[in-house]
């Protein structure tokens, strides 16, 4: 049985940084892409960022949402069977409950989609005040 749990998530104010971790179980993170999501109140969920499974771990293996590039970092460790999202200087409009997902897209593009990913953590929930 697969297992996603995200955790890291809190209440900061605007310009400060969390780091989110996803560890896994029942399934090697590094063998598959990872990705992660967002939701905000009344809204859909939405890419923020994604690790391909060809160049996993590899500097330049990842790619963001417009929103957050520059901003927010994908990164893991194998030896954990776990992924991370750091996030610098956080904005209100990034508050949202974050959400780790584990898939095989096969292009950036699929990457970007729910669709692709098979498993998914229960989020975690991330508010940043004005």
């Known amino acids: 049985q697969v297992q996603l749990v995200e955790s890291g998530g809190g209440l900061v104010q605007a310009g400060a940084s969390l780091r989110l971790s996803c560890a896994a179980s029942?399934?090697?993170?590094?063998?598959?892409?990872a990705g992660w999501f967002r939701q905000a109140p009344g809204k859909d969920r939405e890419f923020v960022a994604a690790?391909?499974?060809?160049?996993?771990?590899?500097?330049?293996?990842?790619y963001y949402a417009d929103s957050v590039k520059g901003r927010f970092t994908i990164s893991g460790d194998k030896a954990k069977n776990t992924v991370y999202l750091q996030m610098n200087s956080l904005k209100p409009e990034d508050t949202a409950v974050y959400y780790c997902?584990?898939?095989?897209?096969?292009?950036?593009?699929?990457?970007?989609?729910?669709?692709?990913?098979?498993?998914w953590g229960q989020g975690t929930q991330v508010t940043v005040s004005s």
């Open positions: 690790v391909s499974l060809r160049i996993w771990w590899r500097v330049g293996g990842a």
């Open positions: 997902a584990s898939g095989l897209p096969l292009t950036p593009a699929q990457g970007q989609s729910v669709s692709s990913y098979e498993y």
């Open positions: 029942g399934r090697t993170l590094s063998n598959y892409a």
